[in-house]
């Protein structure tokens, strides 16, 4: 079992809508998760933290962690064609001291005019 | 601040050939991070160094070798490439405060 999980899409959504992605992760230890987005070509950029259960709010995204469950998720609203991008979950391992993160395979999303 | 600069940007290296992919940051963070992406596969740890003089394993370090020259500068090198080393490389910087890393623009790497 892969300790961070992800569907890969793409998933398609329309301009304007919202745009929802899912993580699980098997680490019950974890205290800290991260979105990147990244654009075909390009390096992983941050674009939220969260650290505590519950909602963080960062313009027209949401990240959300939920440890009962174990999972995370970002929601993108108003979405853009400019949001079209792979979206790569990213949490800590709790054995490890040196910071080093576990990375999902990332969602793909499209967003269609 | 430039963050984290990394070069080349583009390399091509026939079977055998070794090089080395350097990796500086202006951020003055402690930890430093070497990732190989390949498609379906996502984002593996080959190295990384803790701190300065420090330097560990990750996931996939067979035909690697790293050098923390400095705070700022973290290097990798191929001592002899495999095509199976074809990939897209990132470093990475870690602030110690909230556990964030930043990556670097990438090396795109084939060998032929």
């Not at chain 1, 993580?23 to 075909?40: E, L, M, N, V």
């Not at chain 2, 990394?6 to 992919?21: A, D, E, H, I, R």
């Not at chain 2, 430093?32 to 420090?54: F, N, V």
């Not at chain 2, 790293?66 to 990132?90: D, G, H, M």
């Amino acid at each position: 079992q892969k300790e961070v999980e992800q569907n890969s899409g793409p998933l398609s959504v329309p301009e304007g809508a919202i745009a929802s992605l899912n993580c699980t992760y098997s680490d019950r230890g974890s205290q800290s998760f991260f979105w990147y987005r990244q654009y075909s070509g390009k390096s992983p950029e941050l674009i939220m933290s969260i650290y505590s259960n519950g909602d963080k709010e960062d313009g027209r995204f949401t990240a959300q962690l939920n440890k009962a469950s174990q999972y995370v998720s970002l929601l993108i609203r108003d979405s853009q064609p400019s949001d079209s991008a792979t979206y790569l979950c990213a949490g800590p391992r709790t054995t490890d001291s040196w910071g080093k993160l576990q990375f999902g395979a990332g969602t793909q999303v499209v967003v269609t005019p | 601040n430039a963050g984290v600069t990394q070069t080349p940007k583009f390399q091509v290296l026939k079977t055998g050939q070794s090089m080395t992919l350097q990796c500086a940051q202006d951020m003055n963070h402690n930890s430093m991070y070497w990732y190989r992406q390949d498609p379906g596969m996502g984002l593996r740890l080959i190295y990384y160094s803790a701190s300065e003089g420090t330097t560990d394993k990750g996931e996939v370090p067979n035909g690697y070798n790293v050098s923390r020259l400095n705070k700022r500068e973290f290097s990798l090198r191929l001592e002899s490439a495999a095509p199976s080393q074809t990939s897209v490389y990132f470093c990475a910087s870690r602030s110690g405060t909230y556990n964030e890393q930043f990556f670097g623009p990438g090396t795109r790497l084939t060998v032929l």
